[in-house]
């Protein structure tokens, strides 16, 4: 009861951080960022809301939908309602325009006209206040290198504890999910930067992390930022990297998951439904019916109108992998024999090394069990994952990480297992 009084506060008292700054944020006038914005608003009126870089590579795709959306919500804040327009997330938008254009009129004077008020938007407590003072070229610079810093503490600490398979595992990640991208996009970015900022410390101060706790403040900050991309990398990845540090018996990592998981998802829910709640009380409406059906869209939903993916939980999945390979390296039916195939050999290779001795893999099975989360996030949010898979596939990198980990420790441990004795037959 204590420690869940201790994450009861700590919830509370980050909830109250998040509304400050949305505040503070919205206080800001439009004048102080009006003249990096314009030309911005232009650049994204010319832009292709979908910017596919290279016709070759599926997965090249920058979401400048959803980047000149959060612009309009930035420029459209009333600065003499801060609490209001921090909670109601409002813009203007033309259905029969691109997000862009609508942005151009939003700057030329167009009225808000709709509200985005399920979301915390929580990236423009840095946007904003950097739009005033540097352009939009710069920003994105200067998040670049904040993420090239971040990913190179984490590299630094995997080489200083020696985990090499970790190590390599993880570049080839971040390649095969194209990371250089990343910088390029406000929406691809709260998800990367998170994640390797909480891998970082799982990394740095790992021996001395319970977990839960980290991953309530994991949890709660990326409902927060991110605009719903691939949250669950800020889970499962520092979540790989506290059981290496670790280094504990297969029943203690089982039980350090299933803990730290119930954290985040709790955190993750709770800060949601806070938003939810602040909003109905200061807008006088309700937003549950509106979230709880998008929810239920994303999950279930047709992907698309007009396309037909089949069964859907399984064309998400196909659909996400084929991103993963560059220049259309797998096709459409390979891709769905490398899902079958990938899901039956993690089956076998999780029954045969822990078949017998469960308890003396090491954190092996734990690890090799995330392995297997983007696939159930794919399945279960089967229309959101079909939709977007040139940002969703990158949850596979925790697959290729949890994967490069966990079979070195698997065949360690196999090798070093005692043999059985032989029963002698009298």
């Not at 009380?281 to 698309?304: C, H, I, K, N, P």
Request: with cysteine; glycine share 6%.
């Amino acid at each position: 009861m204590p420690k869940i009084w201790r994450g009861a506060a700590a919830l509370l008292a980050l909830w109250a951080a998040f509304l400050a700054l949305m505040v503070l944020t919205a206080r800001i006038p439009k004048s102080a960022v009006e003249k990096n914005l314009k030309p911005a608003a232009e650049w994204y009126r010319d832009a292709d809301m979908f910017e596919l870089l290279s016709p070759s590579d599926n997965a090249s795709v920058i979401h400048n939908y959803a980047d000149a959306v959060w612009l309009n919500i930035l420029w459209c804040q009333d600065s003499a309602h801060p609490v209001r327009a921090a909670l109601d997330g409002t813009f203007y938008q033309d259905t029969a325009q691109t997000q862009g254009q609508n942005l151009c009129d939003a700057v030329a004077g167009a009225p808000a006209n709709t509200s985005y008020a399920r979301y915390w938007h929580g990236m423009l407590i840095f946007l904003k206040p950097l739009l005033c003072v540097f352009t939009l070229t710069q920003v994105k610079w200067l998040g670049a290198a904040c993420l090239l810093l971040l990913a190179a503490v984490y590299f630094a600490l995997l080489l200083r504890r020696r985990l090499w398979a970790a190590a390599i595992g993880s570049a080839a990640g971040l390649a095969l999910t194209a990371v250089w991208l990343v910088p390029m996009c406000f929406e691809y970015y709260a998800c990367f930067a998170l994640m390797f900022l909480f891998a970082d410390l799982a990394l740095w101060r790992g021996e001395k992390l319970e977990g839960p706790m980290l991953f309530l403040f994991s949890g709660a900050l990326v409902c927060y930022f991110d605009f719903l991309t691939c949250e669950i990398l800020t889970l499962c990845v520092p979540l790989v990297c506290l059981l290496l540090v670790k280094n504990e018996d297969g029943k203690r990592s089982f039980r350090r998951v299933f803990t730290c998981c119930a954290a985040w998802l709790a955190a993750y829910a709770l800060t949601w439904a806070c938003k939810w709640g602040l909003s109905a009380a200061v807008l006088g409406r309700s937003l549950s019916d509106v979230a709880l059906g998008q929810g239920a869209y994303r999950a279930v939903g047709a992907a698309e109108a007009g396309v037909d993916y089949g069964f859907q939980p399984l064309a998400a999945i196909v659909v996400n992998l084929y991103c993963m390979f560059p220049f259309k390296l797998l096709s459409g039916a390979n891709a769905i024999w490398l899902a079958f195939g990938a899901i039956c050999l993690g089956l076998f290779c999780f029954w045969f090394l822990y078949r017998r001795e469960p308890g003396e893999s090491g954190p092996a099975a734990a690890i090799f069990a995330l392995a297997a989360v983007p696939f159930i996030r794919y399945f279960l949010i089967s229309n959101h994952s079909a939709l977007h898979p040139f940002f969703t596939y990158r949850d596979l990198f925790i697959t290729i990480l949890a994967v490069s980990c966990a079979m070195p420790l698997a065949v360690r441990r196999v090798r070093n297992r005692p043999a059985k004795k032989a029963v002698k037959r009298r």
